[in-house]
């Protein structure tokens, strides 16, 4: 049987790349495997547009985004890495130019989002605005959920937060939709896999105990539970203590640092300071 | 007559960039380098707690985000007045640290930014996407050559995977590592964690050895001419860093053309603005008093990036600037790496001074940082402190200049009732990717490329192999603007 292949357009908005590089490091399978292999059986992905990535540059990779819209109308995956800066119609940011003229990451993300097979928004900022879109938001940046409702574009996103995302996040729900379909993801209110943020670091945090018996930590370096020094680990949905990062090797808390709560929506301005406790009724 | 190619986007770099050149007769006669997303960091930092600006600038790249880290926790350890209490430990495990995310950076970019200007993976793979499409032409290895070199792209990706999980050990997690702080770092090192390290840190040196440097001179070796192509302003600055307590790995100065080396004096950096989106008034300003209001309805203006000078010139930062710097002012072991790659070629320091030579450098510097990186492992005191306790101060000012994979960085922050007032960072693809100055002096890409003889204006190589050889990050270089200036105004796209 033939494989089936779903062309993927990366797009990078107003970020640092870092949840690409992050994706660079997943581990089984590898980014070798991503780009290359059937990644469920008798199904693959194919990275049409990657700024990072691909080979090609200038007006050819612009052909490519223009070449899908019109011909694959329904059949590529759309991710989307970076806010939106909607400020000034979406200059501040601009992905290339397009028949003469700056084609904005706005622009880029409605054109490409309207007729995707599914959009996933990767990383905070892409999902709820994140580091850009902090106070005072000079560039009027958004997540790409948001572009849609505004703009009535209905194909379905799903979230992957994180800053960065964990490459595990992204590769385990590309892979739950080539094998179930997306109607089959379990999402929460904020349209994340309940897979991987279904409960809180705090609940499974190795510092738990500490909590439990009131060993707090007073000064970064120090063992005992960080609440004090700032953790937002007590409302912060993610798998980080299981899974842990980088091959299984660390994570924030386990490193000695309080958790940022990066994958909420809340980040960076609701849970910052990010070395003062904040409780979650303070949060909002 | 003239025509004038544009590449937008120019790929395989970090961040989004542009590029024009007007071409005479087949050679570059004018060049504008242009950064096209604008974020606004130091907006976004005013009013937050200090110690948060070690969090939120790594954000602003998430390809070498240590490197603000470092910069950041100097210049937050100067403005709390930490800087002579960090302990050994600590400063070892930071470099440690800002080590491994240099050995992925330079290996990412040879391999999955650079290569593919060199090497036919085509040929290698077929027609496979994201290797299509591409310029076509000129591909000069082929057979058994070409396929290692595909393979090794492969083995590059585990490679630089690796030097992130390396680095995780004592950062915690990576991109956007957590270990760097104000006052040292959180993690402490442990006898197995030392030794965790350290085998990890063998395998990826063999690698560097054995195929990274190897590759690098089986591209020079076909690709000779880009030992004259893009030489640049030839003028290096490297701010020094990796201070540990043995002393700077890297050493400061201001490398003139001619190869003398001058000390560094920070007060003569200035920044011009009359090709940039910000109001003239501004110009010619040292980075601590400068002022950044944007004016974007300049005619001539035509990049989010200021033009930082050194004494009014253009300089050069990046790898090759620190190896010049080394070697100029005589580190034995980079005198050694330098003067044995040149043997091979039978030339002299002069060819650094082009595409390949920024290439090498870059390889040359990451067998340097490994190999120093061993030495750092065994000076580590197992199971003591890498930290102490810092307080805000209700007011100070703070600078923290370091080394960052691409070149050198600067942060420098003032505080006021415990709140950031103002914070400023320049990159160096801010210096390397600026635009023209008040001189009309043309930024340092845009100097390596005019006067570059251009083949085939439909696949023009020669363009983006200068451009990518100096490793531009862009989301680092345009994220300018000054923390008083909130109003951003209109600007004109071109």
């Known amino acids: ?284 | 007559m003239s025509t004038k190619i544009k590449i937008d986007p120019i790929t395989r770099i970090e961040g989004h960039l542009a590029i024009e050149a007007v071409i005479d007769d087949g050679v570059v006669k004018e060049a504008k380098s242009a950064g096209t997303l604008f974020r606004g960091f130091e907006i976004i930092l005013q009013g937050r707690d200090p110690r948060d600006a070690n969090r939120i600038t790594q954000r602003i790249c998430g390809v070498c985000p240590t490197a603000h880290a470092t910069a950041s926790a100097l210049c937050l350890d100067d403005a709390f007045g930490l800087t002579d209490r960090i302990p050994d430990n600590g400063k070892l495990l930071r470099y440690l640290i800002l080590g491994a995310n240099f050995l992925q950076s330079h290996i990412l970019h040879f391999y999955h930014l650079a290569a593919l200007d060199y090497v036919d993976a085509v040929s290698a793979v077929g027609d496979l996407s994201p290797f299509i499409p591409r310029y076509e032409g000129d591909y000069r290895v082929s057979g058994q050559a070409n396929a290692e070199l595909v393979n090794h792209y492969i083995k590059a990706l585990d490679i630089r995977r690796k030097c992130q999980e390396m680095l995780s050990i004592f950062g915690g997690k990576m991109p956007h590592s957590i270990g760097i702080v104000p006052g040292g770092v959180t993690e402490k090192p442990t006898e197995d964690k030392i030794t965790n390290f350290l085998w990890r840190l063998n395998e990826i040196r063999d690698f560097i050895d054995n195929i990274y440097i190897p590759d690098i001179i089986t591209v020079a070796k076909v690709y000779g001419d880009y030992f004259t192509i893009g030489k640049g302003c030839r003028r290096m600055i490297a701010y020094g860093g990796f201070d540990l307590p043995t002393g700077k790995l890297f050493k400061p100065a201001v490398v003139s053309p001619d190869l003398k080396p001058e000390s560094l004096v920070e007060e003569n950096i200035t920044e011009d603005v009359k090709y940039s989106w910000y109001a003239d008034s501004d110009s010619g300003k040292n980075p601590a008093e400068g002022q950044t209001k944007p004016q974007l309805d300049k005619e001539q203006a035509y990049s989010f990036l200021k033009s930082p000078r050194y004494k009014a010139q253009v300089c050069e930062l990046g790898p090759l600037a620190r190896m010049v710097s080394n070697y100029v002012q005589r580190d034995i072991k980079v005198k050694e790496l330098v003067d044995s790659l040149l043997g091979q070629f039978d030339a002299g320091v002069d060819v650094l001074f082009s595409v390949l030579g920024r290439h090498a450098a870059r390889a040359l510097e990451a067998k340097f940082v490994a190999d120093a990186m061993v030495d750092w492992l065994q000076d580590l005191k197992p199971n003591e402190s890498c930290i102490v306790e810092n307080e805000i101060p209700e007011t100070a000012d703070g600078a923290g200049l370091s080394e960052a994979p691409r070149g050198s960085v600067g942060h420098w922050i003032s505080i006021k009732d415990k709140k950031i007032e103002r914070y400023q960072v320049i990159t160096p693809t801010a210096w390397n990717a600026s635009p023209k100055d008040d001189k009309d002096q043309p930024g340092a890409i845009e100097q390596a490329i005019i006067g570059t003889k251009v083949r085939d204006k439909d696949n023009p190589f020669e363009l983006v192999r200068i451009v990518r050889a100096f490793d531009p990050c862009l989301a680092c270089s345009v994220h300018l603007l000054d923390a008083g200036a909130n109003e951003l105004g209109v600007f004109r796209v071109v």
């Open chain 1, 1 to 284: 049987m033939a494989t089936k292949k779903y062309p993927v357009v990366w797009l990078q908005g107003a970020g640092c790349t870092g949840c690409s590089v992050s994706v660079l490091n997943a581990v089984s399978p590898k980014f070798r495997n991503l780009l290359l292999d059937e990644l469920v059986p008798g199904q693959q992905l194919n990275l049409i547009f990657h700024a990072t990535i691909m080979a090609g540059q200038g007006e050819p990779v612009i052909e490519v985004l223009k070449d899908t819209e019109k011909n694959r109308k329904g059949g590529y995956i759309l991710i989307v890495e970076g806010a939106v800066p909607t400020a000034e119609n979406g200059n501040y940011g601009s992905i290339g130019e397009k028949d003469g003229r700056h084609l904005t990451i706005q622009q880029s993300v409605e054109e490409m989002g309207k007729d995707a097979l599914l959009v996933i928004a990767l990383g905070t900022c892409a999902t709820f605005g994140g580091i850009p879109s902090a106070r005072p938001n000079p560039t009027l940046c958004k997540g790409v959920k948001a572009i849609f409702n505004e703009k009535g574009i209905e194909t379905a996103v799903v979230n992957i937060p994180g800053c960065p995302t964990h490459p595990d996040w992204f590769v385990g729900t590309i892979s739950a939709v080539l094998f179930s379909g997306v109607d089959a993801l379990e999402l929460d209110d904020l349209a994340r896999p309940k897979l991987f943020y279904g409960s809180l670091i705090h609940e499974n945090c190795p510092r738990r105990a500490d909590f439990d018996k009131g060993k707090f930590a007073e000064k970064l370096g120090d063992p005992g539970c960080l609440y004090k020094l700032g953790c937002k680990g007590h409302y912060t949905y993610a798998d980080c203590p299981l899974r842990q990062w980088n091959n299984g090797l660390n994570w924030c808390v386990k490193a000695g640092s309080p958790c940022l709560g990066c994958v909420e929506p809340e980040f960076p301005d609701g849970t910052s300071p990010m070395y003062e406790k904040i409780t979650f009724e303070e949060l909002k």
